[in-house]
């Protein structure tokens, strides 16, 4: 197992974080899973006896060392959208003692008006430098944890929510380890405004050394880099104008946290070459969409908990019932891992991505395939969730119906070993393979029908994701699109 690389500046090594680590497809999962070595700040704070004014005085030299003049305190919305708000380094000290308030009304899914005071409270694990920033003015980022004036952590913060469930499932020895794969697209802009003109024409693995897409995926490499990232690739995907970088395994908390800072970093770069980076799940009629495939493994003791030599495909029990936990609530999670209207554009038969429920360890049409790696490689990927999700709460159902499928042993249906878009509508009825939900409001009805899933989230979390359903999918119903008026304007 390749050690986490450190990234320097001044004199002071900063792990960022021992969790990230790029990788292209078919990677050895062997050196996917990371080592779970802590930041240096969070090793400061425990060989003090968990002192948090040793913490402190720790993060206040370090931005003093590497100059650091402003500082961008970010988390997530309940959409997932990245918000943030710049605050002078002085002001640091602040942060970490008592937070930094903010109007949470005006956060979309927060609180209500009447209150709607939040706190922001920064971590220091995930202290990381701007690389593009000026090196005489520097700017440096810190992910937060919301809570109220009370003290208390907002049980809408998305964030908190996926802590949560990560802290019952180490409660019964196990660490929730996933990798997600990011797929965008890079367009032109027009008159300063994002568009859907194409970039360039290429496709998988295609190589335009004249194309400013190359230029944006250079800038990504060595930013990310910079930010203390392994990378090993990135790639051109199968759509004309579309791009691929991949995540190792980590811990699911750090792994969210790189999904909102690789979206942040991608749009921004792509804007100071012109471009416009999207994560919309499918922006171009007639090519494939933009998906977040997510590996995922249990380990226990040290081990790779999916993995027994003696079962089944190699599979253990908790594999096969973690799989199975998935599959009984995945409408539900659809609603969480797919939430625009636009997702359902993508989960439709004939651009790659899944649309029958299902799991295989044979073929990669299925919607939970399990890659052919064993031993510490084993691990479970989900295809259908797009890079449009909020991380943290996507991450959280699957663990939160995974792990009932372990604890109650839900036994799985039979590995579908056909490529299924191949067999007929009779064929699929005769496996009991059924089809995800075909719109974004039967995938907003399955969450609410779905009690683990609108226990883990919360009442106040289900109630915003179901208004912000219900208005996105009245909107769209009251829309007269171009299609429909090219079909019926003239004919009726």
């Not at 986490?4 to 002071?12: A, D, Q, R, S, T």
């Not at 996917?32 to 948090?52: C, I, N, Q, T, W």
């Not at 937060?144 to 469930?165: A, H, M, N, S």
């Not at 190359?214 to 930013?223: I, P």
């Amino acid at each position: 197992m390749s050690s986490f690389p450190e990234i320097h500046h001044g004199k002071i090594v900063i792990c960022l974080d021992s969790n990230l680590t790029f990788i292209i497809h078919h990677h050895s999962y062997m050196s996917m899973v990371s080592d779970e070595r802590k930041s240096p700040f969070g090793s400061l704070a425990a060989s003090h006896g968990g002192d948090r004014a040793e913490l402190i005085d720790a993060v206040l030299k370090q931005l003093e060392n590497d100059n650091v003049r402003s500082v961008l305190l970010q988390f997530s919305d309940m959409v997932g959208k990245p918000k943030n708000v710049a605050i002078p380094t002085k002001q640091m000290k602040k942060a970490l003692t008592e937070g930094i308030s903010f109007d949470g009304s005006s956060i979309q899914g927060f609180a209500r008006l009447e209150e709607s005071d939040m706190v922001l409270r920064p971590e220091p694990a995930t202290y990381q430098i701007i690389p593009w920033s000026d090196e005489k003015y520097r700017v440096a980022r810190f992910i937060c944890d919301v809570y109220t004036t009370r003290g208390e952590p907002f049980i809408g913060d998305p964030r908190y929510i996926l802590r949560q469930q990560l802290e019952k499932a180490a409660k019964l020895g196990y660490t929730f380890n996933v990798g997600p794969e990011m797929e965008f697209f890079l367009f032109r802009m027009v008159n300063g405004h994002p568009s859907v003109e194409l970039q360039d024409h290429g496709g998988y693995f295609d190589q335009t050394p004249t194309d400013p897409g190359e230029d944006v995926r250079r800038d990504l490499v060595t930013s990310l880099s910079e930010m203390g990232f392994d990378i090993e690739a990135s790639h051109h995907e199968v759509a004309p104008s579309q791009h691929e970088i991949d995540f190792t395994y980590g811990n699911a908390l750090a792994m969210a946290d790189k999904v909102v800072t690789f979206k942040f970093v991608a749009k921004t770069l792509a804007l100071h070459r012109g471009l416009h980076a999207t994560f919309m799940a499918k922006p171009v009629y007639g090519i494939n969409g933009s998906g977040m495939h997510v590996n995922c493994s249990l380990m226990k003791d040290g081990q790779n908990a999916f993995f027994d030599p003696e079962g089944e495909h190699q599979l253990s029990d908790t594999a096969r019932h973690f799989i199975a936990g998935i599959l009984k609530h995945i409408d539900a999670i659809t609603r969480i891992a797919n939430p625009t209207v636009n997702s359902y554009k993508r989960l439709i038969p004939g651009y790659e991505a899944p649309v029958y429920v299902g799991w295989s360890a044979m073929n990669r049409s299925a919607l939970i395939r399990v890659p052919s790696s064993r031993g510490k490689s084993t691990r479970a990927e989900l295809r259908s969730p797009d890079p449009t999700c909020n991380p943290y709460l996507t991450f959280a159902v699957m663990l939160a119906a995974g792990m009932e499928g372990v604890t109650q042993k839900i036994e799985p249906p039979e590995s579908v070993d056909k490529n299924i878009f191949r067999m007929s509508a009779e064929e699929r009825a005769a496996e009991g393979i059924r089809c995800l939900p075909w719109s974004l409001h039967e995938a907003n009805t399955a969450l609410m029908n779905d009690s683990l899933l609108c226990s883990v989230l919360g009442e106040h979390v289900v109630s915003q994701i179901n208004r912000l359903g219900e208005l996105e999918w009245g909107d769209f119903s009251k829309h007269i699109t171009d299609w429909e008026l090219n079909r019926y304007l003239a004919t009726y």
